[in-house]
């Protein structure tokens, strides 16, 4: 018994206060509405925007000063579609953005009269998004930070002074009839007594459509309600002139609530008196029960009864109000979801005809009952498929109603990614080189996507230009925008082309794609194969084995891939890795550098042929075309003609005089290494530098085998030097680019054998 009574305690101290709490007097919700007017003052569409923005962290962007900017930003949604799910949902950057931008504007207030279709093709992850959507939303309202409070009446018998003449006849009559019938003791004719009272002193009366108890206040009140009951601070200015607020004033009370209130009134002609009987309790949600959301499926037939009551309470309110007829406890099922959200999972079956009922309702946001007119301001979600479409299509009046969110195919590779890690577990990382397992996503991807681009083309007209890095479609760039990145290989021309407008454009173009392509679905089995083949504890899967596979193995999967893609992936791949070979051998002097640097600034402002001593550094310089030419050589490369050279010496001689020197160190007091003009040469000098970082060991023999003999026991046979530089070499690809030692010395013999520096030699220089 006490292990019975100790476990029954436990989970009664389990329960938090939330679940314990119950009606307030109304005068006692004022108090925390004045308290805390932004969590109290919420309809649906700002308690689920405040849902949201409490689970996505971040926000982050890359480009934060770039001026052309979108604010195109990186959202982590793992606490809202992720954690504490039994199917987790991966919402791509694109999507991600869309599903923010809505969120948004249901704050502004920007959601009225409006069904959100969220569309998307088989396999794409609506049903699993939808349900953990609501799932948080469940959750969050049980929480402090997303309570809300509903109206309950409370009406004393005794304010009306308790029974009428009337009522105390009928009722001693009743009860003469049982004591000549009956013998009762003293007990038994109280519990007669109470079973034949009308009802207890206090009639609860619960508002079916869960009203906020502020509608309660007649609408032509409440601005001069809020004016008194509010200081003259911010909240109250954002109260009586933002649009997310105008509800407030506009919106009326259930038809129940309302006319209780008139009936009320007429009795007791004081609405502070009438108020006294409001109280505000807690809005519980359950899904499960209809209560506050209700979702319904294709295939669930619609309900037997569509106008819901309850006798008993009817009973006590016409006794309550002499059966006047002034209150209908009427409601229908859209009440139950009011201040909700009222879901639909795929428009098809009877969901085609529960969406065209809406139409009505969500035109004009009433449903009649009966001869009652109910409100219904309840937040509407659905799911679509592209082929569904046209079950709606005839309604061209109900279309305008609609607003549709795209859920296509994964269309940024990092959440491809990361969805094969969580189905795969994160161990597969250490299966594959650096980049590889990311180049398989790509090759997935490119399927979902159109081959041809026009914002691309408008903005690369020439893509031959990158035919070393990129697909002549762009559809490799194209991805690396659309997970917001723009790449280091652009030239500056076009790097200064892509406008905010251009940006907008492209990511406009994800609204049309991934609608094709391998489903998510088929992508995990694809992966899942290809990594039960390939994956060994003894050799890493490269990027030749990867080719292979959808060329060679595979070849039907390899005919839905675009012609050309999978070679142009391999060049950009080729690349990538030489800059981060070149990158880990680099180890120049960046103090000479800084050097350099200042002194060429300082030096572009004078006629070759004079001594002058730098402001910088104060070194004493000999100007000379030759001076001139030697850091030009390094800031361009070396097959930079003598007009591009004295072209850029003017260009960068304009810059410094009027920008530079007069606006950031002369009126904002930045030193010449805050600037942006010095932060750009010395970017360039060090990108030269480490592009010929490579060059000593192209033709060494040593260079190779002692890579080859990294970790072993002949590798102390080698010169200091080559040792030195193989170790630095393996150490930085290791720390910088998260290789592992054997990894690390596979890629740079590959990088070696395949003698990428000359390949990419005339491109990169």
């Given at each position: ?163 009428t003449r009337h009522e105390t006849a009928v009722f001693l009559d009743k009860l003469s ?359 060994r504890k003894d050799k890493l899967i490269t990027m030749t084995i990867l080719t292979d ?111 530079t020197l007069a606006q950031e160190i002369l009126s904002e007091g930045k030193p010449i ?93």
């Amino acid at each position: 018994m006490d292990t019975i009574t100790q476990a029954l305690h436990h989970i009664d101290r389990s329960l938090d206060d939330w679940d314990h709490r119950g009606a307030i007097p109304f005068e006692e919700f004022l108090g925390l509405l004045v308290a805390n007017p932004n969590r109290v003052i919420r309809n649906v569409f700002q308690v689920f925007h405040d849902m949201v923005v409490s689970h996505i962290r971040g926000g982050v962007d890359e480009y934060p000063v770039d001026p052309e900017s979108i604010h195109y930003v990186s959202y982590d949604c793992t606490k809202l579609f992720v954690e504490g799910t039994d199917n987790p949902f991966f919402a791509d950057r694109l999507f991600a953005n869309r599903f923010m931008n809505l969120v948004d504007s249901l704050r502004r207030g920007a959601q009225q009269n409006k069904i959100y279709v969220f569309e998307g093709p088989p396999g794409s992850g609506k049903s699993t998004f939808l349900n953990n959507l609501l799932l948080k939303f469940e959750n969050y309202v049980k929480t402090e930070e997303g309570m809300r409070y509903e109206a309950i009446w409370r009406i004393d018998r005794q304010a009306f002074g308790g029974f009428t003449r009337h009522e105390t006849a009928v009722f001693l009559d009743k009860l003469s009839k049982l004591l000549e019938e009956h013998e009762f003791n003293q007990e038994e004719l109280l519990e007669a007594e109470h079973a034949m009272h009308p009802g207890d002193d206090v009639v609860e009366i619960p508002c079916p459509s869960h009203d906020n108890p502020i509608l309660v206040i007649p609408k032509q009140f409440r601005r001069q309600f809020f004016d008194d009951l509010f200081k003259n601070d911010e909240m109250k200015w954002r109260l009586f002139t933002e649009k997310e607020y105008e509800w407030v004033f506009r919106n009326t009370s259930c038809t129940i609530c309302s006319s209780l209130y008139q009936a009320l009134l007429a009795r007791l002609k004081s609405p502070k008196e009438v108020l006294r009987m409001l109280h505000a309790r807690p809005y519980r949600f359950n899904r499960r029960l209809g209560e506050g959301i209700s979702v319904f499926n294709p295939g669930d037939k619609p309900m037997r009864q569509s106008v819901f009551t309850n006798e008993m309470l009817q009973n006590r309110i016409n006794a309550l109000l002499r059966d006047s007829n002034e209150a209908k406890y009427l409601f229908s099922q859209y009440a139950k979801t009011n201040n909700g959200i009222y879901a639909l999972m795929d428009i098809k079956g009877h969901n085609t005809d529960r969406l065209i009922e809406l139409h009505n309702i969500v035109s004009e946001g009433i449903h009649k009952v009966d001869d009652l007119e109910e409100n219904v301001d309840s937040l509407f979600l659905a799911l679509m498929n592209p082929e569904d479409k046209k079950n709606i299509e005839s309604y061209q009046s109900f279309l305008d109603r609609i607003e549709y969110i795209k859920i296509p195919y994964i269309l940024d590779l990092n959440t491809e990614v990361q969805i094969y890690r969580n189905i795969f577990g994160k161990q597969i990382d250490h299966s594959f080189l650096p980049r590889v397992l990311h180049n398989f996503a790509r090759i997935i991807i490119s399927s979902r996507m159109r081959e041809r681009s026009l914002a691309m083309h408008e903005w690369i007209p020439e893509p031959h230009r990158y035919s070393q890095y990129c697909d002549f479609n762009l559809q490799l760039l194209k991805m690396e925008i659309y997970t917001g990145h723009i790449p280091t290989w652009l030239t500056e021309e076009d790097r200064k082309r892509l406008t905010a407008k251009r940006r907008r454009q492209i990511i406009a173009e994800s609204e049309a794609e991934g609608d094709k392509g391998f489903s998510g679905r088929d992508a995990l089995k694809i992966f899942g194969d290809f990594y039960s083949t390939y994956a060994r504890k003894d050799k890493l899967i490269t990027m030749t084995i990867l080719t292979d596979y959808f060329t060679k193995v595979r070849q039907e999967l390899g005919r839905q891939i675009p012609d050309g893609f999978i070679e142009s992936l391999v060049r950009l791949y080729n690349f990538t890795i030489l800059q981060e070979v070149k990158e880990s051998l680099y180890y120049y002097n960046e103090e000479q550098i800084s050097r350099d640097v200042q002194n060429y600034l300082f030096a572009i402002n004078f006629e070759p042929g004079i001594v002058e001593k730098s402001t910088w550094t104060g070194e004493k310089l000999t100007i000379t075309e030759a001076f001139l030419e030697g850091i030009e050589n390094r800031l361009l490369g070396g097959e930079a003609t003598p007009a591009h050279r004295h072209t850029f010496r003017r260009d960068t001689q304009k810059e410094y005089a009027s920008r530079t020197l007069a606006q950031e160190i002369l009126s904002e007091g930045k030193p010449i290494t805050g600037t942006g003009l010095y932060q750009t040469l010395f970017e360039r000098y060090v990108f030269n530098l480490k592009e010929k970082a490579l060059d000593p060991f192209l033709d060494n023999v040593n260079f190779r085998r002692a890579i080859k003999d990294f970790g072993r026991e002949e590798f102390k046979t080698y010169d200091k030097r080559i040792r030195d530089d193989v170790t630095f070499l393996i150490g930085n690809l290791c720390t910088k680019f998260r290789y592992n030692k054997h990894g690390a010395k596979e890629v740079c013999i590959y990088v070696i054998d395949n003698d990428l520096a000359r390949t990419f030699g005339h491109s990169t220089s």
